[in-house]
């Protein structure tokens, strides 16, 4: 496509239950990064996929988080049992072998009520 | 470890006025350095970066930075700002040879008629 796809653009949902957001990347990108921004606060570092590998899992808040990449492609993120304090916007971006700039989408607002 | 303060929070300016908005870095390596756009409900959309060589590197929208080293700093200027720069500004780091970006908490630019 002709940027980074994710869906949906907003999702509501209730504590406890589990939600699963996606991110399509632009075509051809070998690298994909899932980042969260909580309001009133930067950009915090998920995880990083370089083709349907994860070499780098650090950011993920807890155990309660996962995310798997197929076919060098689409990602999805997990959340489950969710909490109030997972509100944020989930960002997508991904970047090519020359790895100098990521592309991001435009995020999924995720409200935990 | 490395980490990005951006100092200023919101920056509150008038149209056609200048503007600077600071970045300042931590990190014993060497680094790349960006800065990052985000308007209302988007994405963040990249405005420049420095990778090497000048340490003078313009962007788009008439922004530009220059890299200090010494100072390990990456200002943002723009010598007359529009009504449409109205936006949060993100600086991010990223460590040769680390994929992820670090980023900024993000500085608001209000530019007032």
């Known amino acids: 496509g002709a940027g980074v796809s994710q869906s949906p653009s907003n999702k509501v949902t209730e504590k406890g239950k589990d939600v699963e957001l996606r991110c399509d990347p632009i075509?051809?990108?070998?690298?994909l990064y899932w980042y969260r921004q909580s309001l009133g606060q930067g950009l915090e570092f998920l995880i990083y996929?370089?083709?349907?590998?994860?070499?780098?899992k650090s950011g993920l808040p807890s155990d309660r988080f996962s995310a798997e990449r197929t076919g060098g492609s689409v990602s999805t993120l997990t959340i489950q049992r969710t909490q109030q304090e997972d509100s944020a916007v989930y960002l997508c971006?991904?970047?090519?072998?020359?790895?100098?700039?990521?592309?991001f989408g435009q995020g999924t607002r995720l409200t935990v009520v | 470890a490395q980490s990005v303060t951006q100092l200023d929070s919101q920056v509150p300016v008038f149209e056609e006025a200048p503007v600077e908005l600071r970045c300042n870095y931590s990190?014993?390596?060497?680094?790349?350095l960006f800065w990052y756009v985000q308007y209302p409900n988007q994405g963040l959309q990249l405005l420049l970066k420095?990778?090497?060589?000048?340490?003078l590197v313009k962007g788009i929208n008439g922004f530009e930075a220059e890299f200090n080293k010494s100072q390990t700093s990456f200002h943002l200027r723009k010598p007359s700002v529009h009504i449409s720069d109205t936006a949060e500004y993100f600086c991010?780091?990223?460590?040769?040879?680390?994929?992820?970006?670090?980023f900024g908490s993000g500085t608001r630019l209000q530019v007032q008629p």
């Open positions: 990190s014993s390596v060497s680094v790349y």
């Open positions: 996929f370089q083709g349907n590998s994860a070499p780098d």
């Open positions: 991010a780091v990223k460590l040769t040879g680390r994929r992820a970006l670090t």
């Open positions: 075509s051809g990108h070998t690298a």
């Open positions: 420095y990778l090497s060589g000048s340490t």
């Open positions: 971006a991904s970047s090519s072998v020359s790895n100098t700039e990521a592309f």
